[in-house]
């Protein structure tokens, strides 16, 4: 039984792998891609099925931002040319969350630029959760399980930057089930990627978001330069924090950000680093976002096969992706479903 085998059966068994293990799933030969992924996807399989999970999001206020996030083209620090405009009203959102929930999305994400909201723009973010949940509550109640008239619902989440537990609360209050709030990288990395906020302010976020008794979806991005070894910290750092649900996203560099010169990760590097984060994560929903079609190309369709078992679709928040429809045709050819 080679190294490989040896670890994927510990995970497979539930057992905890050793440091020296973890590290060699990072440290992994471009020629063990194969069994790196033969493993992956046997874990995906039996800690989380076949069924894909579908999410969207919406860029509620887009631009402006304080923060210096190196990779970010909302940030007020990059010369990146993008929409700025303030809160878009609850019917845009309550909008965009019909049509993310008529084309198959599990969860639907409200967006923010910026490090935090104001009182106001969370009030104004609540009035649309409260009339979503009110409307999803009725349809579960109307329906008749006629297969002519699904019923369209979906999570909803936001991701509105650092909030105190009581504006979470708040958001809790008026039907708001999740909340995503990424670490991006490693603690050690962190100082390289933001300089205007620190990773224990994200922790915080966190804590706070556990304690307002929400479900949490943290994640992070990769290709800013960071080490081996910061990816493995990032992935013990989730680990630790414990999320329902882990996005991972990777760079794309847009010109005029920070990184508009970082070289691009490839196919094979990413799918690898997907795989390596379902032995860590075995059981948490780990979901594809930012960066995949533009980095992964025609190999798309295998990151379930590398562990993942959700992806964003319909577009990011600055950037296009591919329609809804694509990516559940890509699904119903890998004879996957989409979870609902
Ligand atoms: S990632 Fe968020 S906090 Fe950082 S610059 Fe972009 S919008 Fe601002």
């Known amino acids: 039984m080679n190294k490989l085998c040896k670890i994927a059966e510990k995970v497979l068994n539930c057992e905890e792998l050793k440091r020296e293990e973890l590290e060699y799933l990072f440290l992994s030969k471009d020629e063990e891609l194969d069994d790196l992924l033969y493993w992956a996807n046997k874990i995906r399989k039996k800690f989380k099925g076949?069924?894909?999970?579908?999410c969207s999001i919406i860029n509620a206020k887009s631009g402006m931002c304080s923060e210096d996030c190196r990779f970010c083209?909302?940030?007020?620090?990059?010369?990146?040319?993008?929409?700025?405009?303030?809160?878009?009203?609850?019917?845009e959102i309550?909008?965009?969350?019909?049509?993310?929930?008529?084309?198959?999305?599990?969860?639907?994400?409200?967006?923010?630029?910026?490090?935090?909201?104001?009182?106001?723009?969370?009030?104004?973010?609540?009035?649309?959760?409260?009339?979503?949940?009110?409307?999803?509550?009725?349809?579960?109640?109307?329906?008749?399980?006629?297969?002519?008239?699904?019923?369209?619902?979906?999570?909803?989440?936001?991701?509105?930057g650092e909030l105190t537990i009581e504006q979470l609360a708040f958001l809790k209050e008026c039907g708001l089930k999740k909340y995503h709030h990424n670490i991006e990288t490693s603690e050690r990395f962190f100082p390289s990627v933001c300089a205007t906020h620190t990773y224990a302010?994200?922790?915080?976020?966190?804590?706070?978001?556990?304690?307002?008794?929400?479900?949490?979806?943290?994640?992070?991005?990769?290709?800013?330069?960071?080490t081996p070894r910061d990816r493995l910290d990032f992935a013990l750092t989730l680990k630790k924090i414990n999320p329902d649900?882990?996005?991972?996203?990777?760079?794309?560099?847009?010109?005029?950000?920070?990184?508009?010169?970082?070289?691009?990760?490839?196919?094979?590097?990413?799918?690898?680093?997907?795989?390596?984060f379902r032995f860590i994560l075995?059981?948490?929903?780990?979901?594809?976002?930012?960066?995949?079609?533009?980095?992964?190309?025609?190999?798309?369709?295998?990151?379930f096969f590398a562990g993942a078992n959700g992806m964003m679709t319909g577009g990011y928040l600055t950037t296009p992706g591919r329609s809804s429809d694509e990516d559940k045709k890509m699904l119903a050819d890998l004879g996957l479903e989409v979870a609902q």
């Open 201 to 226: 302010d994200r922790i915080k976020t966190l804590r706070a978001v556990k304690s307002a008794g929400l479900e949490l979806c943290c994640g992070g991005l990769f290709g800013l330069g960071e």
């Open 245 to 276: 649900s882990v996005p991972l996203n990777f760079l794309n560099p847009v010109v005029g950000t920070a990184l508009e010169n970082a070289p691009p990760l490839s196919a094979r590097e990413i799918l690898g680093l997907i795989a390596a």
């Open 94 to 160: 309550y909008g965009a969350y019909e049509r993310a929930a008529r084309s198959g999305a599990l969860c639907f994400g409200v967006v923010t630029s910026g490090r935090g909201v104001s009182d106001e723009d969370v009030a104004r973010v609540g009035e649309a959760i409260k009339k979503i949940s009110s409307d999803a509550d009725t349809a579960q109640k109307e329906y008749t399980g006629d297969a002519s008239r699904p019923l369209v619902r979906a999570k909803i989440s936001a991701s509105l």
């Open 73 to 91: 083209a909302q940030s007020a620090h990059s010369r990146a040319e993008v929409k700025s405009y303030p809160l878009v009203s609850p019917s």
């Open 282 to 303: 075995p059981d948490k929903d780990i979901s594809v976002c930012g960066g995949r079609e533009v980095n992964l190309r025609d190999l798309q369709s295998w990151i």
């Open 50 to 54: 076949d069924s894909v999970k579908l």
